[in-house]
């Protein structure tokens, strides 16, 4: 299913969230795993550096926004509603936001391993550096549709 066929099938049910749109994305690293985690109800947050948002001019995700997530293919995976945003720095970030992400054993530490590689291969890839005092963007969501 494509992203605009998954759209029109929830607003067909939820008319009301005609007017708000979407944005689609699949997840940086490991694409389908982290879309399955999120399908399955795992994975209820991600995480995204602060600074790539003014590189590119975006705005940070919005609380009641929606989001269709894709697998590696382009493919449609489920529709997330946002409910929850937030800017920490890195060291900051809480055991219970990389529990609510889902990934490999939730734990701190975890998190921190795989969000430090992650944020400094892609910070790099724009002339940047990872720090520990770097803006992270938390964000929470539930699936509304799949």
């Known amino acids: 299913m494509t ?8 607003i067909h049910l939820h008319p009301d969230a005609a007017s708000s749109g979407y944005e689609a ?18 994975k209820t947050a991600t995480a995204s550096a602060w600074a790539i948002y003014g590189m590119a001019n975006e705005p940070l995700p919005q609380v009641g926004g ?17 409910t929850k945003v937030y800017v920490r720095p890195f060291q900051e970030v809480s055991a219970e936001q990389a529990y609510r992400e889902g990934e490999g054993d939730r734990s701190l530490a975890y998190w921190r391993e795989v969000h430090k590689a992650f944020f400094s291969r892609e910070l ?11 803006g992270v963007v938390c964000e929470e969501f539930e699936v509304v549709f799949k």
């Not at 992203?3 to 929830?10: L, P, R, S, T």
């Not at 994305?25 to 985690?37: E, I, N, Q």
């Not at 269709?68 to 449609?76: C, M, N």
């Open 66 to 82: 929606y989001s269709v997530i894709l697998w590696e293919d382009g493919s449609a995976a489920c529709i997330v509603k946002t």
């Open 3 to 10: 992203e605009k066929e998954m759209w029109d099938a929830y």
């Open 124 to 134: 790099e890839a724009v002339g940047m550096e990872f720090r520990e005092d770097m």
């Open 25 to 42: 994305w699949s997840y940086g690293d490991a694409p389908d795993d982290l879309a399955r985690l999120t399908v399955d109800g795992i």
